[in-house]
């Protein structure tokens, strides 16, 4: 399983309504078909503990059932899939800091449920072998850095008792981002693979967006720019503009971009596994043209380093590459993204 190219299907089975009408609605095989006609190798499904069990922890079939035809829909497409938990009973990442709603990493019971959800997957999907396994979407708060580690090694341990060869994804904290890689304890399992997250400078990527409360709704952010340019703009986002605030670059452009990474790259070599990025992408609200030198200037750092990645994401969103806005570019990014996939193939052919 590579895992070089791929695309997110966020707004599907996570941050959505949680009902078949919905389901049966956003995402169907024709989408499928034609992410693999675009050249992509994997998708990554986003997938809200909702879509699986109940409140009290028992167990949907129907739920189990679609996610079977996800993966057998992109089997019959030769694509692989990332089942990835983007909210757990007990953590959501949209509610990070709120400790009554976030206490999975200081509770048993949440943890005992946490894990018997991953057993459950383990048993369902264990024929797959177009399929992986990510433990949590984005834990964000420092103080769990410790407990985290601990719960991977629970959780791992768990899989591998039903499961002792499918990859097994997880990352850092803050945001799962590059620079937190360094805290995960080495992997004593085999075919572990770390993630992260990348939407820096957050500032451009995340421009206008409704859900950072200290976000400009009115301001137009380019890149690249000068530091100086970002750094009067990022104070406000506090911790989530920390990266520009300490950055000694003199312009927010590939030289940023790559220093950024290579703490994630760093950690994976020290680690000795393989690297990958779940998650990037610029908002819908971003320059068009300065859109698509960020993804250019992503693309190069990727190679160089050989990180498999996946777009966030593929429909609406705000991040939703079919939609109107990436309309003049929208065939280029793909391109960017799939061309060396495409190579890849026509060479082994």
Known sequence: MKLKRGLNLGGYLSQCTH???????????????????????????????????????????????????I?????????????????????????????????????????????????????????????????????VEKENALLWNDLIDITVAAIRKIDSFVPIIYGGIQWNSASTLKLLKKPEDKNIIFTFHFYEPLLFTHQKAHWV??????????????????????????????????????????????????GAVLAAQKAGIQLYCGEFGVIDQAPVPDTLRWFRDVHDIFEKYQIGCSIWTYKEMDFGLTGKHYDDIREEIIQIWTQDQLCSCQTEA
């Open 19 to 69: 009902n078949m009408q919905h389901y049966s609605t956003f995402i169907g095989k024709v989408d499928i078909e034609q992410i693999a006609a675009w050249g992509f190798d994997h998708i990554r499904l986003p997938i809200d503990y909702e879509v699986l069990e109940d409140q009290e922890g028992n167990p949907k079939e129907e739920g189990y059932r679609l996610v079977h035809c």
């Open 71 to 139: 993966c057998d829909c992109c089997r019959a497409n030769k694509l692989d899939v990332i089942l990835d938990l983007h909210k757990a009973y007990g953590y959501d990442f949209n509610d990070a800091g709120n400790e009554q709603k976030n206490d999975l990493f200081r509770n048993s019971y949440l943890q005992e449920r946490f894990v018997n959800l991953w057993d459950r997957i383990a048993t369902e999907f264990k024929n797959y072998d177009n399929v992986a396994f990510e433990l949590l979407n984005e834990v």
């Open 213 to 262: 409360k200290q976000m400009d709704p009115q301001r137009d952010v380019f890149y690249p720019e000068s530091i100086e340019y970002y750094r009067s703009q990022s104070v406000v986002l506090g911790e989530q503009g920390e990266a520009v605030l300490n950055s000694t670059v003199e312009t927010i452009g590939k030289e940023f971009l790559e220093i950024m990474v290579k």
